[in-house]
């Protein structure tokens, strides 16, 4: 039989679990909206730089935006880039640390 304060340790245990799993869904919940929300950001001011008349060369776009308005695209896609770096490396810690907590989470039920 299992003792009672064993059972009260491990459910204590898995409460805390469970309250972490929550608060790592809000956090991934979110991250998903911060991406949504700058991506919409991204796609609004490529819709202010478009300057008229370009979407209608389709053949050499290329050479269209080498003309006048590189600067603006430039900088759009760099900040892109950064801000996908910077999301996938927060991701990718925060499943790591989930990861590390749930191993210790159940290495320390087996030894109780």
Known sequence: MCDPMQYRVREVHR???????????????????????????????LHSVQAPGVSTVAGSYGAVLLRDGAGAYILVAIAAFAVGVALTVSCIRCRK??????DRA???????
């Not at 640390?97 to 749930?102: A, F, L, Y």
């Not at 159940?106 to 109780?112: C, D, G, Q």
């Open 15 to 45: 409460r805390v679990r469970c309250k972490r799993r929550r608060r790592e869904n809000r956090a991934l919940s979110g991250l998903t909206m911060l991406s949504l929300l700058l991506l919409a950001g991204i796609g609004a001011l």
């Open 106 to 112: 159940e290495e320390s039920e087996e030894t109780i």
């Open 97 to 102: 640390k989930t990861s590390s907590r749930m």
